[in-house]
T-cell receptor, first 113, second 115 residues
Framework: DTGVSQNPRHKITKRGQNVTFRCDPI?????LYWYRQTLGQGPEFLTY????????KSRLLSDRFSAERPKGSFSTLEIQRTEQGDSAMYLC???????????FGQGTRLTVV | AQSVTQLGSHVSVSEGALVLLRCNYS??????LFWYVQYPNQGLQLLLK??????LVKGINGFEAEFKKSETSFHLTKPSAHMSDAAEYFC?????????????FGGGTRLMVKP
C-alpha cells in the first residue's frame, strides 16, 4: 500500500496523559499536513510541513501540541496533558509541492476519558 | 481568507434519484475547489477538483460539479444515486496557487440513500 499511513488508528487515553501519533506520507511527497476533525464537523487545518520545515501553524495548535518531521519523511503529532476537548479524529495528508491534490490517511481517532 | 458553507447537513434521496449537494465559498484570491467523500471511520477521498480551465468538472463514481464564479458556488451532482453513495461529503477551498494550499472545509453533508 503506497498511500498515507497513520498509526495508531485508535487511541484511548486518560485526561492529563501525553499521546503521540505518527504519519507516514506517500514516499515522494514533500508536503505534509495535519488536520483535526471533531464529530459532525469538517476537518480543520492544524499545521503543515514542507520537507522538514514547519511553515504554517493554526491558532488551534495550542502550546500543548507539537508536530515534527525530523527527516522530511514521517511526522509525529504530540499532545501533552490531554484534555477531553482534544477528543477528535486527527487526519494527516500529503502532497507534492506545486500539485494541488492532497491525499489523506485514514486518521487516528483519539478519545480522552 | 477562505470559507465554505454547505447548505443542508443531511440530504436524503431515493436510489436512482438525482443527487444535489450545495457548496458556496468565499475567497480573497482565485480559489481551487474540491469535493471529498468520507465513509465511516475512514479518511477523505478526493471526488473531484476545480483549479483552472473548464468550469464543469467530472470526478469519480459518476459525480460532477460546476464552478460558478458569479454565484460563488461549486455544487456537486450525480444523475442517479446508488446505495453505495451514502457517506459524508465535504466541500473544500484552498487559496489557489499560494504556497501551502491548506484546505478550508465546509461542515459536511451526510447523504442518505433510501432503497
Amino acid at each position: 500500500d503506497t498511500g498515507v499511513s497513520q498509526n495508531p488508528r485508535h487511541k484511548i487515553t486518560k485526561r492529563g496523559q501525553n499521546v503521540t501519533f505518527r504519519c507516514d506520507p506517500i514516499s515522494e511527497h514533500n508536503r505534509l499536513y495535519w488536520y483535526r476533525q471533531t464529530l459532525g464537523q469538517g476537518p480543520e487545518f492544524l499545521t503543515y510541513f514542507q520537507n522538514e520545515a514547519q511553515l504554517e501553524k493554526s491558532r488551534l495548535l495550542s502550546d500543548r501540541f507539537s508536530a515534527e518531521r525530523p527527516k522530511g519523511s514521517f511526522s509525529t503529532l504530540e499532545i501533552q496533558r490531554t484534555e477531553q476537548g482534544d477528543s477528535a479524529m486527527y487526519l494527516c495528508a500529503s502532497s507534492l509541492a506545486g500539485r494541488d491534490e492532497a491525499f489523506f490517511g485514514q486518521g487516528t481517532r483519539l478519545t480522552v476519558v | 481568507a477562505q470559507s465554505v458553507t454547505q447548505l443542508g447537513s443531511h440530504v436524503s434521496v431515493s436510489e436512482g434519484a438525482l443527487v444535489l449537494l450545495r457548496c458556496n465559498y468565499s475567497s480573497s484570491v482565485p480559489p481551487y475547489l474540491f469535493w471529498y467523500v468520507q465513509y465511516p471511520n475512514q479518511g477523505l477521498q478526493l471526488l473531484l477538483k476545480y483549479t483552472t480551465g473548464a468550469t464543469l468538472v467530472k470526478g469519480i463514481n459518476g459525480f460532477e460539479a460546476e464552478f460558478k464564479k458569479s454565484e460563488t458556488s461549486f455544487h456537486l451532482t450525480k444523475p442517479s444515486a446508488h446505495m453505495s453513495d451514502a457517506a459524508e461529503y465535504f466541500c473544500a477551498v484552498s487559496p489557489g496557487s499560494t504556497p501551502g494550499n491548506m484546505l478550508t472545509f465546509g461542515g459536511g453533508t451526510r447523504l442518505m440513500v433510501k432503497p
